[in-house]
């Protein structure tokens, strides 16, 4: 499986390494457990079975409108079989509006596959996961997860995009 993921700016992704940071040192469930070198932060936009070069190529025209917007904006949660902390992102209308756009072309796309419901813009979520696990507490307040400055609440800017190869756990440019 292939996916689709856009890239903070540095200032973005130290805030949620040092979220991750704070959390395992609280002992919660954290990615900062996760040490596969291609884990980071990100914003999954959709995912395919198979990315063709012609599938590459307009994924990268329609990522050429990067940098766009970012705004994180509190905890949000996510319940099943594993509980997931996540810090929400408040989608702006070009963020909304780019990830409509890759969607779309990878639903159009030959060997795509069928795709995943919870990334349809209309159910979309965007956030950046924080941890998961079944030993996530239910409870835990955004006082808990974030240092008192600068908040929960923190601007940047989407700034690179990659793909990321869940069978060979490699990730490259999206326009190959």
Do not use: K
Request: charged letters at 20%; one cysteine or more.
């Amino acid at each position: 499986m292939h996916s689709v993921e856009l890239l903070p700016d540095e200032r973005t992704e130290t805030a949620v390494r040092d979220v991750w940071a704070r959390l395992a040192r609280a002992g919660l469930p954290s990615m900062a457990a996760h040490r596969h070198p291609t884990n980071r932060p990100h914003l999954t936009l959709a995912t395919a079975e198979i990315l063709l070069p012609e599938t590459r190529a307009r994924l990268g025209e329609a990522l050429a409108v990067l940098p766009v917007p970012l705004r994180l904006d509190g905890l949000v949660r996510f319940t099943g079989r594993r509980q997931v902390l996540a810090w929400a992102v408040r989608p702006d209308e070009a963020l909304l509006r780019l990830h409509e756009t890759v969607w779309h072309i990878l639903c159009g796309s030959p060997g795509s596959g069928p795709p995943d419901p919870l990334l349809d813009p209309a159910r979309w979520v965007p956030h950046f996961t924080l941890g998961r696990g079944r030993d996530m507490p239910p409870d835990v307040s955004d006082a808990e997860v974030f240092p008192p400055a600068p908040g929960s609440v923190l601007t940047g800017r989407w700034t690179g995009a990659r793909c990321y190869d869940s069978v060979t756990r490699t990730t490259g440019p999206p326009a190959g």
